[in-house]
């Protein structure tokens, strides 16, 4: 800040919130000018905020309008990198999403795999048989597994229904999170001289 010893401008501290879903976030924005029209950098408006000063005349009219637009910008830099971070959010908890579904899936249609596999051999091991009654017998223990085989199909059609809709409501729990509402305060604007 010594190059700015003798100039004077505006400081401005503002909050900017973020609401998303359960989450707060919230940013102090220290935006500063000299009357020159030089901006200082955000680490140069912060240092300058914590300079000990002393009050020349309070409750005088500050003109914020020059700080708009570093406003703005600051704004929209702030809502690029919550974006951002939303983004890595949302890629990350779909990626658990679908492994999630996929493993539901898998674990369900291994269950009817493997009643095919003992139906087939069930069948195998029924034309072996010698006696009818033994025929008869094996064939009504395939029918049982036959059954058990199209309700497991059954059950995994209907828990892929089920899979399904669990995955719509976890999407449109993700998407709510990623609407962002924004909110801007100022929290108080002042002229500053820089003295030696």
Known sequence: ???MIGQSGT???????FKFAKTLEQHLLVLATTD???VLTGENAEHLLRIPAKVQQENSDVNGAAL???LNQAV???ELQTQQQLEVYFERENEKLERWAEDRRKALFLTVEELDEE?????KQARQLASTAEKIQAKK????LERKRDDALSEYHEAKKQIEQEEDALLDEISAKLELDTQIETLFSIRWTLTP
């Open 1 to 3: 800040l010594k190059p």
């Open 11 to 17: 400081l401005q501290l503002t909050k900017l919130t």
């Open 36 to 38: 020159t029209g030089t």
């Open 68 to 70: 708009e637009p570093l």
């Open 76 to 78: 929209a830099d702030k």
């Open 119 to 123: 139906i087939k051999t069930a069948k």
């Open 141 to 144: 223990d395939l029918r049982t």
